[in-house]
């Protein structure tokens, strides 16, 4: 993951402060904005934990101060919450004519509500998430103190202990706010998490979210034991793990997420397909659904176990049956069977078991855990019958692998 401090002009064309987030040693797949919630700025928690997690998963993810906040220029109270919605806006039009074109909106608290709103202009962005997001920007009323006057025109307002100006235009604004709740723009998917602890905006206010959308493109996830600024990282990893897995089928393009797999597979045969160009890739063993990816650090998403992984899964799954049905058939008390498994490729010269091999070689050692009370005799005999796994034997008979082309190739 890299970040890129960013400057673009907003809705009053006061310049915006940003950064963008982008997954590292690869092309992002898609592209998405983050609103931070009201007063918070681009630097919260909740803004950096999840777009950064975000770009790990391969969704570039650009998070800014609205205008009056943080670095950005231009004054809060008198920028009002249409600005807000505004230089929403504003950044997807940058970001898409600089990087890529966003396909989705992330909003926390008020700037959930700043995206459905916005969305309702943007006709690609194709999905919406809010987390702890009020169902009408009128809600945000209920959280200011209003002090003072200071001079003829302006207040101020106290939020989470800060003082801030706010123009009594900026208060009409929010009270004029549509009391029906807000949705995301036709054919556009929307995701509400929402924490049923959450102090400040109440859980019923996702609700009337998730209510007001799309019967057909909406979902809802609680996000249970957060708090309202998911101050705690696993809670935004939690989030951002919810919104990349929910956002794959809405953002990558159809040849991203190709999953054509062919109805006919027959029994022991599996069938490997393409989610992405990179390495993610989708599996299919009758009507069972893997994925397989790289690690992050060699340009994979880390989306599913890597074929290694896989192959040492495979190893194990068979050697812990075998196993286990062995001992039922010779009724011995194992009460439990793990099995661990590493793969390296080594210098023979460093290998025990290698005899007379020379130069680099693969090893594969197992590690068995047999639980139970069992005899020293049991456990040796248990250990024998592990190489008699047919994975085993098959990875040790060096199979012939005929490769051919479809016959449609």
Known sequence: MTSQKV?????????LAGVLELPEHRRAQAYAVFAHCFTCGKNSLAAVRISRALAERGIATLRFDFTGLGDSE?????????????????????????HGQPTLLVGHSLGGTAALLAAHQLTKVK?????????????????????RPVGDTTLTATIGGRTFPIWPSFIEELRRADEGGVSAGPGQAQLVLHSSQDAVVAPEEGWRLFDAADPRTRSFVNLE???????????????????AAWGARYLFDSAARKDDAPVDLRDGEVWI???DHVFW??????????????????????????????????????TSMTLRRYALRKGYA???????????????QDCAECGDREGKVERITRVLQLHGPLSQEQRADLVRIADRCPVHRTLENQPLIVTRLAHDD
């Not at 034991?225 to 990893?237: C, F, K, M, R, V």
């Not at 069972?288 to 495979?314: I, K, N, Q, S």
Request: glycine share 10%; proline share 3%; with cysteine.
């Open 334 to 348: 194992l009460s439990d069977v793990q099995v661990r498994l590493e793969h390296e490729r080594i210098h023979a």
């Open 225 to 243: 034991g957060a708090d309202h600024l998911l101050s705690q990282a696993a809670d935004a990893a939690y989030a951002a793990d919810l919104i």
């Open 273 to 275: 397909g393409e989610h």
């Open 281 to 318: 890739r989708a599996m299919r063993a009758g009507a069972h659904h893997l994925d397989a990816d790289e690690p992050l650090g060699v340009g994979g998403g880390a989306r599913g176990p890597t074929p290694y992984d896989l192959l040492l899964m495979a190893l194990g799954a068979c």
């Open 74 to 98: 231009g004054e809060l109270g008198n920028a009002g919450f249409a600005a807000n919605v505004a230089d929403l806006v504003a950044a997807v039009h940058w970001l898409d004519a600089t």
């Open 7 to 15: 400057e673009f002009a907003g809705s009053t064309q006061a310049k």
């Open 127 to 147: 999905a919406v998430c809010t987390i702890g997001a009020p169902s009408t920007a009128n809600h945000v009323l209920q959280h200011l103190m209003v002090n």
